[in-house]
Nanobody
Framework: VQLQASGGGLVQPGGSLRLSCAASGSIYSINAMGWYRQAPGKRRELVAAITSGGSANYADSVKDRSTISRDNAKNTVHLQMNSLKPEDTAVYYC?????????????????WGQGTLVTVSS
């Protein structure tokens, strides 16, 4: 199973960005999916997460200017961020709780994408 993230880059303050992440491999089902970020010298933090049913939660720092969505048929999750600020600069990681089949049972594992750099600067 792999998670492939894309969509990072350099954005001016006030701009927008859409991050995407696709899960591939021998997937039985995907439960929660989300985005985390880690700024230089800081701990990794949750940005937004969404359940398989579409319920979302956001960090307070982004909740009024971000939207997380997912396409269960395509095993993808997206994060639309608007009104970007320099403090949003970080490496963004997608995360998914994925069930795989081993033998006759399903097991849930925590998978991470490779990270995509978002830089907000003029």
């Amino acid at each position: 199973v792999q998670l492939q993230a894309s969509g990072g880059g350099l954005v001016q303050p006030g701009g927008s960005l859409r991050l995407s992440c696709a899960a591939s491999g021998s997937i039985y089902s995907i439960n929660a999916m989300g985005w985390y970020r880690q700024a230089p010298g800081k701990r990794r933090e949750l940005v937004a997460a969404i359940t398989s049913g579409g319920s979302a939660n956001y960090a307070d720092s982004v909740k009024d200017r971000s939207t997380i969505s997912r396409d269960n048929a395509k095993n993808t999750v997206h994060l639309q961020m608007n009104s970007l600020k320099p403090e949003d600069t970080a490496v963004y990681y997608c995360n998914a709780h994925i069930e795989v089949v081993i033998g006759n049972d399903q097991y849930e594992y925590d998978y991470w994408g490779q990270g995509t750099l978002v830089t907000v600067s003029s």
